[in-house]
T-cell receptor, first 114, second 112 residues
């Protein structure tokens, strides 16, 4: 069964450093998402991406964040200058809106900012 | 956005049915009810969704009341692997991005 994959599974970085989290969505899917979950808290929507542009973003997704689909398979989330409060699990998801609206989530990347 | 209310925690015995309730009294006529679950810190997993009629798939059944103000997710024979947080989500009708807004969910503990 096709699945969403994410790398790395765990990223440790120092405050102020840039990080790029990578995702490979399911190949024929059209919409792509990033969510985050701070330890012990709810899963929060960050951004949705469709047709090579952001279709919606939350208040959390400020100028420090950016997304890109550089090559038709990878979908990346970049945090320009990480803060301690960016420490969280980051989940990528995708849907094939032509056939269903089920979101398929990846296993997540645990980001630890020290 | 229609809000959902779920009990924070429930438990059931292995092999028995788990019935997870959700209130969504402000749901609009064209909003779907979705259920996802999150096992430990894994990515959320789709379970089932419905609009008006009851739905069943290989994982669960979804019972939606006639007035659509509440629903129940049924896991017919719960196993230890069904221990997870279960989220009831109502998708906004005019949301073109199909994003999901998660609440706190119900933490289901399946006891041996």
């Amino acid at each position: 069964e096709p699945e969403v994959t994410q790398t790395p599974s765990h990223q440790v970085t120092q405050m102020g450093q840039e990080v790029i989290l990578r995702c490979v969505p399911i190949s024929n899917h059209l919409y792509f998402y990033w969510y985050r979950q701070i330890l012990g808290q709810k899963v929060e929507f960050l951004v949705s991406f469709y047709n090579n542009e952001i279709s919606e973003k939350s208040e959390i997704f400020d100028d420090q964040f950016s997304v890109e689909r550089p090559d038709g398979s990878n979908f990346t989330l970049k945090i320009r200058s990480t803060k301690l409060e960016d420490s969280a699990m980051y989940f990528c998801a995708s849907i094939d809106s032509r056939s269903s609206y089920e979101q398929y989530f990846g296993p997540g990347t645990r980001l630890t900012v020290t | 956005d229609a809000k959902t209310t779920q009990p924070p925690s429930m438990d059931c015995a292995e092999g028995r049915a788990a019935n997870l309730p959700c209130n969504h009294s402000t749901i609009s006529g064209n909003e779907y009810v979705y259920w996802y679950r999150q096992i430990h810190s894994q990515g959320p997993q789709y379970i089932i969704h419905g609009l008006k009629n009851n739905e069943t798939n290989e994982m669960a059944s979804l019972i939606i009341t006639e007035d659509r103000k509440s629903s129940t997710l049924i896991l017919p024979h719960a196993t230890l692997r069904d221990t997870a947080v279960y989220y009831c989500i109502v998708r906004p009708p005019m949301d073109s991005s199909y994003k999901l807004i998660f609440g706190s969910g119900t933490r289901l503990l399946v006891r041996p």
